[in-house]
């Protein structure tokens, strides 16, 4: 395992997360004053979440023909770029609505361009093993949960996210030289050999989609205070990194079903309870490396692709919370984690990884 770039990827995707959701979030409803309203402050976020998790299959197509096209730096200089703009914008001035939409516009496009480049390191280089890309993917997660528990309380300023960002930038260039993701995916033994590939890619994104709509409606009425709010934050996170781990051991279609159906009475019967709902948020994120090594096995040649329609599904799951509540909508979520378990079972391989070493 190429583990320089492994951390700097896992860093980075920490940290671009982090300043994505202070440049986007609005704590002190200075933004959606400026705006000019509820609406269009809406408006902006859901703009950036479809730039930056809608762009990344026509990214990683691009990435795909262009393997030496240094996608994660430059995704760390447009978010950097993106937070500069929306940063210059004093209080109670309407006509500054022009540099909010251009800051969501190179964060979002920023954001898409970063996943790209990280997470097709993670599948080339991930030696047959689905470790990798829990990794990665799990520190963005700590960066979502920190970003919303920091707006309200950043005061860092430029003088952090300007060398913080560059950072970032460098050694993601350094890993992009050094380790260049040029060749195949590694991944075997996930994905289910005996039904066609738009069968399994069909049933893999399915289930990243639903389980996209069911993690909206957890239930988690302790979330009480911004501190408890980082919690259900760690637990994705944890949940993530140690998915690939578990199904590297145990198997992928064991693993991912196992774990679905096996947090689903946690996350119900935890709605006020935090220890026993952060559970079954740990097992309901296990899920993550392993749908992604489904696609990413029948897409070996095209590792900005398989990363990119995950991600797109993921939006395509999200969509109704931006337009409806769906938060604890039990009769809802019951059938989305069950019907998802379904589609791990019947993509997913029951062996274990081939256990490729890199040289």
Same mark, same amino acid.
């Not at 930038?169 to 050999?193: F, Q």
């Given at each position: ?11 980075? @995707? ?16 200075? *933004?959606?004053?400026? #705006? ?6 809406? #408006?902006?976020?859901?703009?950036? $979440? ?52 251009? !800051? ?5 496009? /920023? ?13 080339? @280089?991930?030696?047959? *093993? ?16 920190? +970003? ?7 005061? +860092? ?13 460098? =050694?993601?260039?350094?890993? @992009? ?14 994905? $289910?050999? &005996? ?16 389980? %996209? ?26 949940? *993530? ?9 145990? +198997? ?18 935890? %709605? ?20 992604? /090594? ?10 900005? =692709? ?20 769906? !938060? /604890? &909508? ?21 062996? *274990?990884?081939? /256990?490729? @070493?890199?040289?």
């Amino acid at each position: 395992m190429k583990n320089f770039p492994l951390a700097a990827y896992t860093f980075s @995707h920490f940290a671009v997360d982090y300043v994505c959701l202070l440049a986007v979030l609005d704590p002190w409803g200075q *933004k959606e004053a400026i #705006l000019g309203g509820t609406q269009n402050y809406a #408006l902006f976020v859901i703009t950036y $979440n479809f730039l930056a998790f809608g762009l990344q299959m026509i990214i990683g197509a691009f990435c795909d023909e262009h393997r030496k096209f240094p996608a994660s730096a430059l995704g760390c200089i447009l978010v950097l770029i993106g937070a500069l703009c929306g940063a210059f914008i004093p209080e109670a001035y309407p006509e500054y609505a022009f540099n909010l939409w251009v !800051s969501v516009l190179f964060v979002g496009i /920023g954001n898409a361009f970063f996943h790209v480049g990280g997470g097709m390191e993670s599948l080339v @280089h991930s030696g047959g *093993k689905l470790r990798r890309s829990g990794i990665f993917v799990s520190s963005g997660a700590l960066g979502v949960a920190l +970003g919303i528990y920091n707006c309200s309380r950043f005061t +860092g300023g430029l003088l952090f996210i300007v060398p913080l960002m560059i950072f970032c930038a460098a =050694i993601c260039l350094i890993a @992009h030289l050094k380790y260049p993701a040029e060749s195949e995916t590694e991944i075997t033994g996930v994905a $289910n050999e &005996k039904i066609g590939i738009w069968a399994v890619l069909g049933l893999a994104l399915l289930s990243v989609t639903i389980r %996209s709509f069911g993690g909206t409606a957890i239930p988690m009425e302790w979330k009480t205070t911004a501190e408890l709010g980082l919690l259900s934050g760690f637990g994705a996170f944890f949940g *993530k990194f140690v998915g690939g781990f578990a199904a590297d051991f145990f +198997g992928a279609r064991r693993t991912g079903t196992a774990t679905l159906l096996a947090s689903l009475p946690f996350i119900i019967f935890g %709605s006020g309870n935090m220890v026993v709902s952060v559970i079954g948020i740990i097992l309901f994120n296990m899920t993550m490396p392993i749908t992604l /090594g489904i696609v990413a096995q029948r897409l070996p040649k095209n590792p900005g =692709i398989a990363f990119g329609l995950t991600t797109a599904a993921l939006l395509l799951g999200a969509v109704p919370s931006f337009f409806a509540v769906t !938060s /604890g &909508k039990i009769l809802l979520l019951i059938p989305a984690v069950i019907v998802s378990a379904a589609c791990i079972w019947f993509s997913a391989e029951n062996k *274990k990884p081939s /256990g490729v @070493h890199e040289k």
